[in-house]
């Protein structure tokens, strides 16, 4: 069985500042991880994967995250925060014995002060 | 850049009512997948579906609910009698084959009163 635990369920960022969502992951085989981004009122989007190659993967807008085997965690940074970053931000696993389907975490609210 | 589609974008219905979801996945994708999200919770996997069958479904989704691929393009969730709590955003996703990553339709939200 997989699961995803995201911790913190809001975070508040400044405009400018370090933007770093947490994700840990239980996978009984080598999982795939994902970020998804959800704006208000729209559906998911993909922000970047990782998928056995390198464990520091980049993604769109300037997120970036590093899957850390050891620490079994696939944390999301953004070095910058920007306005139009706020969103809710979910975690996903999935692995080839299920078909793929994706396990989600409960997702992270970012919101960015002026 | 192909993209899933769904509609309708909302949906209100009335307790009891059958209701049926679309989607229009990824032209060239063969695996496809439903997920719900209740207001304020996480994404659920509801079925996974291929080859005109279903590969995995969850607990939640029981016999009141159905998924059939009509044609070549169209890709349909139905649920029979519809429950209060039945009311959620609902995905659906596509993937190719020997691909990992799901694409996932802009949704429809589902009100039940």
């Known amino acids: 069985a997989q699961s995803v635990t995201q911790l913190g369920s809001h975070v508040s960022v400044s405009e400018g500042a370090l933007v770093l969502l947490r994700c840990n992951y239980s996978s009984s085989v080598p999982p795939y991880l994902f970020w998804y981004v959800q704006y208000p009122n729209q559906g998911l989007q993909l922000l970047l994967k990782?998928?056995?190659?390198?464990?520091l993967v980049k993604g769109i807008n300037g997120f970036e995250a590093e899957f850390k085997k050891s620490e079994t965690s696939f944390h999301l940074t953004k070095p910058s925060a920007h306005m139009s970053d706020a969103a809710e931000y979910f975690c996903?696993?999935?692995?080839?014995?299920?078909?793929?389907?994706?396990?989600f975490g409960a997702g992270t609210t970012v919101t960015v002060r002026a | 850049e192909p993209e899933v589609t769904q509609t309708p974008s909302h949906q209100v219905t009335q307790m009891g009512q059958e209701v049926i979801l679309r989607c229009v996945p990824i032209?060239?994708?063969?695996?496809f997948y439903w997920y719900r999200q209740i207001l304020g919770q996480k994404v659920e996997f509801l079925v996974s579906?291929?080859?005109?069958?279903?590969?995995?479904k969850s607990e939640i989704f029981d016999d009141q609910f159905s998924v059939e691929r009509p044609d070549g393009s169209n890709f349909t969730l139905k649920i029979r009698s519809t429950k209060l709590e039945d009311s959620a955003m609902y995905f659906c996703?596509?993937?190719?084959?020997?691909?990992?990553?799901?694409?996932f339709g802009p949704g429809t939200r589902l009100l039940v009163l």
């Open positions: 032209s060239n994708h063969l695996y």
């Open positions: 996703a596509s993937r190719g084959s020997w691909q990992e990553t799901q694409y």
């Open positions: 990782y998928t056995s190659a390198a464990t």
């Open positions: 996903a696993v999935s692995d080839f014995s299920n078909d793929y389907k994706l396990s």
């Open positions: 579906f291929y080859n005109n069958e279903i590969s995995e």
